[in-house]
């Protein structure tokens, strides 16, 4: 079965501060993608970056960084220095089919 | 920019109610989604459609139906709206060949009293 697990429910930190994301997922599937969205208090959430399972390369944007390691199934996002605009729930997704298999999401909360 | 919008922000209504939500997307998409949001479970897929009266259950559909009659808008029906589906439903849409990167409306915010 495909699964996505995002292990960390609410994350706090004070502005600055780098914070990493943690993902692990589980498919039987050899080609499949994983994504990063974002959900701001607004609600809408929002398309960070998409990975497939051919590329392991590292991909940073900005400050924020991703790390795919296909060895323990992960696909970690670390923001650095972050900002109180960060503050959000982030979703960790996998594609299954047409549609996509979410994790439960991690709440960030970013002080000032 | 892609938009996708859905009829109302916040929607209160009582049990055994029919209740209809739409969404609207203006990017000519040929996936539309159907989620629903819930503290600590994340996004569940209730249904999707990839084309014109066209549809597929999710992983939760019980107690849901959807209409797509045109390509613009996804209905999702609760024929007889419980307590338990007072959740917040988001939209998506997506091309059909990047149905990876699905657009999300704001969502609605159901109370079902």
């Known amino acids: 079965a495909q699964k996505v697990t995002q292990a960390q429910t609410e994350i706090s930190v004070v502005e600055k501060e780098d914070v990493t994301l943690d993902c692990v997922y589980e498919t039987r599937d050899t080609t499949y993608y994983l994504f990063w969205y974002k959900q701001p208090p607004s609600g809408e959430l929002v398309f960070l970056i998409r990975r497939n399972s051919f590329d392991e390369q590292n991909e940073i944007s900005g400050r924020y960084s991703w790390n795919f390691q296909k060895s323990t199934s992960s696909f970690n996002f670390t923001i650095t220095a972050s900002q109180v605009v960060d503050s959000a729930v982030y979703f960790c997704a996998l594609k299954q089919g047409t549609a996509l298999i979410f994790g439960k999401g991690t709440t960030l909360s970013v002080s000032s | 920019d892609v938009k996708v919008t859905q009829s109302s922000r916040y929607l209160v209504k009582r049990t055994g109610e029919k209740v209809f939500l739409e969404c609207v997307q203006d990017m000519d998409h040929e996936n539309m989604f159907w989620y629903r949001q819930d503290p600590g479970l994340g996004l569940r897929l209730i249904y999707f459609s990839y084309d014109v009266k066209m549809k597929e259950k999710g992983d939760i559909p019980e107690g849901y139906s959807v209409s797509r009659e045109k390509k613009e808008r996804f209905s999702l029906i609760l024929e007889s709206a419980s307590t338990n589906q007072t959740s917040m439903y988001l939209c998506?849409?997506?091309?059909?060949?990047?149905?990876?990167?699905?657009?999300f409306g704001p969502g609605t915010r159901l109370t079902v009293l």
């Open positions: 998506a849409s997506s091309f059909s060949g990047r149905a990876y990167e699905q657009f």
